[in-house]
C-alpha cells in the first residue's frame, strides 16, 4: 500500500515537472530542440504490442529476433480498412522482400523518428533540419510557410510552426514506393512504418508534436493519416532520448554498400 | 538566343560581375539570431570557369572582360553541343540554365601561382597509373557498381568535400545553429555536418571527411575555395579512406 502511495506520489511530481517544465531557448526565442535524441523502444520492429519472436533469417537466430513491446500506438489497434488489413498480413509475410529498409531506401516520416539510429536536429530560425545516420536521411521542415509539396519524395515536405512550447509539423507529398531500377527486386509497392508490415501509401499525411519534457528527454507524438489504407487518423506516442555521449557525432550508415548484391547481384558481371 | 542577343546579355552579366567584386569588398553579411555570418539559403557552384586553369593561361590568372565573354561564349556553346544521352538541359546540367555567369578568374585552383593540382606523390602516381591501366583494359563503362561508389553506385557525393561541380544538381543548401553548419547537397541527398563547438575529431571515419569550422570574423572557417578562409577540414588525414575518394576526383577531373 505505502509502495503504491509513493509510487502515485512519484508519477504526479513526474507529470508536473514535465508540465511546468520550461525548455531553454534558441537565440531566436524559440523551444531548443538541438541534439541527437534516438527512440529506445520496439516500435521500429512493430508499432503496435507484440510478443517476442524468431527473426526472419534462421541463421541469426536470436541476434535478429524480434525483442517483445507494449506498443505505441495510443488509440489502437492501427485502424486498417478491411482490405487494407489483408495486405498488411501479406505485406507482414513478404516483409524482406517488400520492406524499404531493407533494400535501403529512404525511411520517410514518421519511421525516420524511432528507428533504432541516432538522429541529429539542427534548429535555425525558419527551418529545422532532422538528420538520422541510417541511410544519411535528412528531412527539412519549413517553418511558418504555406508551400504545398513540390513534389513528392521519400522524405516527404515537412512544414511546421510552433504552439507554444510544442513543435507542430505537417508532413504530406511522399512516394508510396517505387519500382525497381533493372527489374522487380528493386520494387518496394508500398511503405512500411515498421518491420511488421504496417504500412501506408502516396495518401500518407502526418502531424507531429514534438516537444521538450527536460533536458534530455523529448515527447514524440504524431497522428497518421491515410484514407487508401485506415478508416480514421491514429496516433503513436513516445519519448525520444538525448544522446549524451561526450562529442557525440552522427556516423555514415551509407547501406547502399550493404545491399547492391541483395539487390542486383545477379548482375554482378563474374 | 541568337549570338548578338547572346553577346549583349553576357555583356550585360559581365559589368555586373565585375560591378559585384567591387561591392564584394564592402559588404556587410546578415547576421543569424546567435550573431554569425548568415550563410544560409540555397546555392549552387555551376560555373563555366574550369578547375584547373590551361597550360597556355599559366601566368595568367584573371582574364580581361572582353577575355571572360569570349571564354564564357565558347564554353556555353560547348555545352551545349554536347552528344550525351539525354536531353541535356535537363536537370541543370547547363550551367547557364541556372544563373552561371561569367568569371574573370581563368580557374578555380588558385594556390598553386599556375592554377594547376600540384603534382601526386610518387606512390599515388603509381596507384593513378595502375587505375588507369586497369580502366584501359576493362573498357571507359563501371562493369558493377563497386567500380564507382560515387556516380554510378550513388553511396556518397564525391564531389562534396572540396566543393567541385557535379555532372548535374549541383545545388546546395545551408542550414545553420549556433553549434552547427550543415549543407545539403542535392547529388545524392549527401549531407556535411560541420561542428563550430571545437570538438576532437571523431574516431571513425567519414565519406565527406570529419570536418571542423570556426568563424574568422565574417569568413567561415572552411569556405577555403570561395573566400579565401582558413581551412581546419581534416580531410587528408585518414589515410586510404580518402586517398580512395581522391582518386575518385582524379578520374573525374581526368574526363
Known amino acids: 500500500m505505502r509502495a503504491t502511495l509513493c509510487a502515485v506520489v512519484l508519477a504526479t511530481a513526474l507529470v508536473s515537472a514535465q508540465t511546468t517544465y520550461k525548455p531553454p531557448r ?14 529506445l523502444n520496439t516500435a521500429s520492429w512493430d508499432l503496435e504490442a507484440h510478443e517476442a519472436a524468431a527473426g526472419p533469417v534462421l541463421q541469426l537466430g536470436a541476434a535478429y529476433a524480434v525483442p517483445p ?29 517488400e520492406d524499404a529498409e531493407v533494400k535501403c531506401y ?3 516520416v514518421p519511421r525516420v523518428m524511432y528507428m533504432p539510429y541516432p538522429v541529429q536536429i539542427v534548429q535555425s530560425t525558419d ?25 513528392d519524395t521519400w522524405m516527404g515536405w515537412s512544414v511546421g510552426k510552433w504552439d507554444g512550447d510544442t513543435l507542430v509539423i505537417d508532413s504530406k507529398g511522399f512516394l508510396g514506393g517505387t519500382v525497381g531500377a533493372l527489374d522487380d527486386e528493386g520494387t518496394v509497392h508500398v511503405r512500411f512504418l515498421d518491420r511488421a508490415g504496417n504500412y501506408h501509401t502516396e495518401g500518407l499525411h502526418v502531424v507531429e508534436r514534438i516537444r521538450r519534457t527536460d533536458a534530455d528527454h523529448l515527447s514524440y507524438q504524431a497522428t497518421i493519416e491515410d484514407p487508401n489504407v485506415y478508416t480514421r487518423p491514429w496516433t503513436i506516442s513516445m519519448p ?17 554498400e550493404f545491399v547492391g548484391d541483395l539487390v542486383y547481384g545477379k548482375y554482378q558481371k563474374k | 538566343m541568337g549570338s548578338i542577343r547572346r553577346s549583349s546579355l553576357l555583356c550585360a552579366l559581365v559589368a555586373i560581375s565585375v560591378a559585384g567584386l567591387a561591392a564584394q569588398a564592402k559588404y556587410k553579411v546578415s547576421r543569424t539570431a546567435d550573431g554569425q555570418p548568415d550563410l544560409q539559403g540555397y546555392w549552387t557552384n555551376l560555373t563555366y570557369t574550369p578547375f584547373e586553369r590551361p597550360k597556355e593561361l599559366a601566368n595568367k590568372p584573371f582574364y580581361t572582360e572582353k577575355e571572360a565573354i569570349e571564354a564564357f561564349n565558347k564554353a556555353v556553346e560547348g555545352s551545349e553541343n554536347q552528344v550525351v544521352h539525354y536531353v541535356n538541359t535537363d536537370f541543370g546540367a547547363t550551367p547557364v540554365q541556372t544563373g552561371a555567369k561569367p568569371n574573370l578568374r581563368t580557374s578555380l585552383v588558385i594556390d598553386p601561382a599556375d592554377g594547376r593540382i600540384p603534382s601526386m606523390t610518387p606512390e599515388a602516381q603509381k596507384r593513378e597509373a595502375a587505375r588507369i591501366a586497369e580502366q584501359r583494359s576493362a573498357g571507359p563503362l563501371a562493369r558493377t557498381w563497386r567500380d564507382d561508389r560515387g556516380t554510378v553506385w550513388c553511396v556518397f557525393h564525391d564531389r562534396a568535400v572540396p566543393a567541385v561541380t557535379a555532372p548535374y544538381g549541383s545545388n546546395y543548401q545551408i542550414v545553420q545553429s549556433k553549434d552547427y553548419v550543415v549543407m545539403i547537397y542535392e547529388w545524392n541527398s549527401e549531407r556535411r555536418v560541420i561542428p563550430l563547438t571545437g570538438q ?28 579565401g578562409g582558413v581551412g581546419d577540414t581534416d580531410l587528408p588525414s585518414h589515410g586510404a579512406f580518402h586517398a580512395y575518394g581522391r582518386r575518385h576526383h582524379r578520374s573525374y577531373l581526368h574526363r
Request: glycine content about 12%; charged content about 20%; hydrophobic content about 40%.
Open chain 1, 26 to 39: 534558441t537565440a531566436g526565442g524559440q523551444p531548443d530542440l538541438n541534439g541527437f535524441w534516438q527512440a
Open chain 1, 69 to 97: 513491446g507494449s506498443g505505441v500506438v495510443v488509440d489502437g489497434p492501427i485502424p486498417y480498412k478491411p482490405d487494407a488489413l489483408a495486405m498488411k498480413k501479406k505485406y507482414a509475410a513478404n516483409a524482406l522482400r
Open chain 1, 106 to 108: 529512404l525511411p520517410g
Open chain 1, 127 to 151: 527551418m529545422i533540419v532532422m538528420m538520422s545516420e541510417f541511410a544519411s536521411a535528412i528531412r527539412t521542415v519549413y517553418m511558418n510557410v504555406a508551400t504545398p509539396p513540390p513534389a
Open chain 1, 240 to 256: 525520444l532520448y538525448r544522446r549524451v555521449e561526450p562529442n557525440m557525432q552522427l556516423g555514415d550508415f551509407k547501406c547502399e
Open chain 2, 200 to 227: 576532437p575529431h571523431g574516431a571513425v571515419p567519414l565519406y565527406a571527411g570529419d570536418s571542423r569550422g570556426h568563424w574568422e570574423g565574417d569568413v567561415h572557417g572552411l569556405a577555403r575555395h570561395s573566400a
